[in-house]
Nanobody
Framework: VQLQASGGGLVQAGGSLRLSCTASGNIFRISDMSWYRQAPGKQRELVAVIGSGGLTDYRDSVKGRFTISRDNAQDTVYLQMNSLKPEDTALYYC???????????????WGQGTQVTVSS
């Protein structure tokens, strides 16, 4: 299973970006999908998570600005980021818990990072 993230870039404060992350390979079922970020010199932190049924949760600093969604038919998770701030600058990673076959256990998979840079 591979996760391919895209959509990062350079944007001015107040702008918007939409990140995408698509899972490919042998996939029977994907449970939760999430986005993390890591700024230079800081630990990786959870930004948003969405369950298989669509329930979502966000870290406080992005509530009201970011929206996580998923397209189960496309095995894709999105992160719509609005009203971006310089402190949102980081490498953003997607993560999914995937079961590859009906009888396999669920495993965690990470995508490569996509850089988001917000200028003031």
């Amino acid at each position: 299973v591979q996760l391919q993230a895209s959509g990062g870039g350079l944007v001015q404060a107040g702008g918007s970006l939409r990140l995408s992350c698509t899972a490919s390979g042998n996939i029977f079922r994907i449970s939760d999908m999430s986005w993390y970020r890591q700024a230079p010199g800081k630990q990786r932190e959870l930004v948003a998570v969405i369950g298989s049924g669509g329930l979502t949760d966000y870290r406080d600093s992005v509530k009201g600005r970011f929206t996580i969604s998923r397209d189960n038919a496309q095995d894709t998770v999105y992160l719509q980021m609005n009203s971006l701030k310089p402190e949102d600058t980081a490498l953003y990673y997607c993560k999914s818990h995937v079961r590859r076959t009906m009888f396999a256990s669920t495993r965690e998979y990470w995508g490569q990072g996509t850089q988001v840079t917000v200028s003031s």
